[in-house]
T-cell receptor, first 119, second 114 residues
Framework: NAGVTQTPKFRVLKTGQSMTLLCAQDMNHEYMYWYRQDPGMGLRLIHY???????AKGEVPDGYNVSRLKKQNFLLGLESAAPSQTSVYFC??????????????????FGAGSRLTVL | AQSVAQPEDQVNVAEGNPLTVKCTYS??????LFWYVQYPNRGLQFLLK??????LVKGSYGFEAEFNKSQTSFHLKKPSALVSDSALYFCAVRDMGSASKIIFGSGTRLSIRP
């Protein structure tokens, strides 16, 4: 049982290049999230998804796109990378259900992170 | 809008002494509150959560947190610190009425000296 797997773990890009980060989960969780972690800024929510085929903007969505074509995968795309997008990216999942008050308090399961450097 | 504040970037404590890591929050409704810990080069791990009920919540590794509604705070505590507690700690909040988003604080680096 792998839990949450992020690929790649490391990547160096040049300004203007594009790339996609993949988050894969085998826990059948409904909710998936992409966060970025920067020194002194903590974790900031980029985009999230409450189910297959749905996505929504978080706190810092600009410059990123996401897709959730399959329940188990949540892709984060950078169409034209900028140095300001140098960061560590974390994917997280949980099994929350909007109609279930107890399940809304479920905890997040995180991937190990993807370190992206944009030169 | 939801928000979380961790006013201290770093907390330094001697081993064996009690520790407190502060967190205040803001939500429009009632909150779910969480503490997570991050060790170097790892993802975040869950420590404890508050949903409802007893204001003192006990979690992993001897940590506990006290929910104070009037002060909108959820401070993390431990009676006796260990060197192995040194890590980055994050407070997070989820609005009960808007369950989809979880917002994290900026993190507090806890350093325990022998």
């Amino acid at each position: 049982n792998a839990g949450v797997t992020q690929t790649p773990k490391f990547r160096v890009l040049k300004t203007g290049q594009s790339m996609t980060l993949l988050c894969a989960q085998d826990m059948n969780h409904e909710y998936m999230y992409w966060y970025r972690q920067d020194p002194g800024m903590g974790l900031r929510l980029i985009h999230y998804s409450v189910g297959e085929g749905t996505t929504a903007k978080g706190e810092v969505p600009d410059g990123y796109n996401v897709s959730r074509l399959k329940k188990q995968n949540f892709l984060l795309g950078l169409e034209s990378a900028a140095p300001s997008q140098t960061s560590v990216y974390f994917c997280a999942t949980d099994s929350s259900a909007l109609r279930d008050r107890v399940k809304r308090a479920n905890v997040l399961t995180f991937g190990a992170g993807s370190r992206l450097t944009v030169l | 809008a939801q928000s979380v504040a961790q006013p201290e970037d770093q907390v330094n404590v001697a081993e064996g002494n009690p520790l407190t890591v502060k967190c205040t929050y803001s939500v429009s409704g009632n909150p779910y509150l969480f503490w997570y810990v991050q060790y170097p080069n790892r993802g975040l791990q869950f420590l404890l959560k508050y949903i409802t009920g007893d204001n003192l919540v006990k979690g992993s590794y001897g940590f506990e947190a006290e929910f104070n509604k009037s002060q909108t705070s959820f401070h993390l505590k431990k009676p006796s610190a260990l060197v192995s507690d040194s890590a980055l700690y994050f407070c997070a909040v989820r609005d009960m009425g808007s369950a989809s988003k979880i917002i994290f604080g900026s993190g507090t680096r806890l350093s325990i000296r022998p």
